[in-house]
């Protein structure tokens, strides 16, 4: 028993001796404490890192070191680094450390807010003044997605977007926030819409020629090859057919043998130099892949993300990866067949490759899913009406006068009409609430539904029914918003 108390005292004595050698500290920590009760910041911080170099369990000596530097020092990066070491250590300053970068962390949130506020066309540099309070923001809580959002907005409002896109990209890793990746996904389709176009710019006279090129057949019309390449260098008669013709364009090599008032013959008998600088094309495949990429990450977070599917085709599309699309989808189709959209996306991909039994089959499906869908509707009709123009360019280009074209036309009418039918039901609809014409309810664009409505009645000789839809386009045109 005497030794049992022995031993207890022993240890008590231990550790008092223990904690009130702590209690008094090193030089260094006891130093320290002197500078900052005299305010002496920059010596105080030099002396608690001293500190904690020798002993480097003190938490106090961290959690203080912590606080100097983001109060005083503005070195939030190292404020955030000590005071993880002093958490490491002990829960003692848990609390307050929280408290303490929550206050510090909302105030610079809030200046950077402010002066987003302010930031215009004609003020750029609060965009950089709010930029730079979120980046302390970032230093004080790093882990903490909502400072990524901000920051993403105020590089955005700059016009730095590949800041925006890691800025995003990071609030994604925090929390896996679907809009926020979207915005990623959206910005590199815009960046790659962006070169694509300034690839269009810098090479728009090849590009003219060469589309031209391609474009003028057996079956062109003699005013589109005026149109498209002016008129030949030498024209020359055919001796055992006077009513044909070789057109000569020397600078293209190009030969286009005329008969009538169509080309029936060409042949081009040199390479041509167009000179066409494919630098910002690849540069625009290269962030349409990368946006297939944000988008299909997204997919397999939520698969029936409508919107993310139509986004993950239109990056598809641009980056020329129709094939690979269409088997995902139709992996899609075969997963979850009670999916509208899959059906939808996958017909509107089988109609890009000009599979048009493919894309009726699908959008008939996304109708059966849903027969108040009224896309599905909308792109029967254009899938019908293209199928129509194909086959009519191919009876053309060959000679063929059986006009079998409009059996395609015929069969896309019914669709047309029930578009427009929905188009004004939704219109009238809207009006009504507003004591409005039903035709200010519609937008511009819609009138082009009409337009080829007549076109087709044109095409299959109704005039009459021909001038009613195109007035009714006329009449959207003025009237809509």
């Known amino acids: ?17 223990t904690i009130q050698g702590f209690q008094c500290g090193s030089p260094e920590f006891t130093g320290a404490k002197v500078q900052e009760q005299n ?9 608690y890192e001293k500190e904690v170099q020798k002993n480097p369990s003190n938490h106090e000596a961290w959690f203080r070191l912590g606080r100097i530097r983001g109060d005083e020092l503005n070195d939030y990066e190292g404020m955030a680094a000590a005071f993880r070491e002093a958490e490491k250590l002990s829960p003692v300053y848990t609390n307050d450390i929280r408290i303490y970068r929550y206050k510090a962390w909302a105030q610079h949130i809030n200046d950077g807010v402010a002066y987003a506020k302010r930031a215009s ?27 990524y959002f901000y920051l993403a907005q105020a590089y955005q409002g700059k016009g730095d977007i590949e800041n925006a896109i890691l800025s995003q990209k990071k609030v994604w890793e925090l929390d896996h926030d679907i809009d926020a990746y979207k915005r990623v996904g959206r910005f590199m389709v815009q960046q790659g819409l962006d070169k694509k176009e300034q690839f269009k710019s810098a090479n728009a006279d090849g590009l003219r020629i060469q589309k031209n090129l391609k474009e003028i057949d ?4 003699k005013s589109d090859v005026m149109r498209m390449f002016g008129a030949p260098d030498s024209q020359m008669k055919d001796k055992k057919n006077s009513k044909r013709e070789d057109w000569k364009y020397n600078q293209y090599g190009l030969t286009l043998t005329m008969e009538g008032e169509k080309v029936v013959g060409k042949k081009i008998d040199k390479k041509i130099e167009l000179k066409i600088d494919s630098t910002k094309y690849f540069e625009a495949i290269v962030q349409f892949n990368n946006a297939v990429d944000v988008f299909e990450a997204i997919k397999k977070e939520n698969p029936k ?9 239109q990056a598809y599309f641009e980056a ?10 139709k992996l899609a189709v075969d997963n979850d067949p009670g999916n509208k959209m899959n059906h939808y996306i996958l017909g509107l991909l089988y109609r890009m490759v000009d599979d048009y039994d493919g894309a009726i089959r699908e959008f008939n499906e996304a109708i059966k899913i849903d027969p108040n869908f009224s896309d599905a ?3 029967l009709f254009v899938t019908y009406y293209n199928w129509g123009v194909k086959i009519k360019k191919e009876e053309q280009e060959k000679g063929d006068e059986s006009k079998s074209y409009k059996k395609k036309f015929e069969e896309a009418l019914p669709w047309g009409i029930k578009v427009t039918e929905m188009k004004i039901k939704n219109a009238q609809e809207a009006a009504s609430k507003e004591g409005k014409e039903w035709h200010t309810q519609l937008l511009p664009e819609d009138a082009r539904v009409w337009d080829t409505i007549g076109t087709i009645y044109a095409l299959l000789g109704q005039s009459e029914k021909a001038m009613k839809a195109l007035d009714e386009a006329d009449k959207i045109r003025k009237t809509a918003r």
């Open 1 to 17: 028993m005497k030794n049992n108390f022995t031993g207890f005292v022993l240890a008590l004595f231990l550790a008092g001796f």
């Open 39 to 47: 305010k002496n910041y920059i010596e105080a911080a030099k002396l």
């Open 121 to 147: 066309n004609d003020s750029v540099q609060f965009w950089d003044k709010a930029l730079e309070e979120y980046k302390k923001s970032v230093g004080i809580w790093p882990d903490t997605s909502l400072t």
């Open 377 to 379: 509707p909308y792109d």
């Open 305 to 313: 993300d409508n919107e993310n599917l139509n986004l993950l085709l």
């Open 218 to 221: 057996k079956g062109s019309y």
């Open 320 to 329: 020329n990866r129709i094939q690979e699309a269409t088997n995902a989808f």
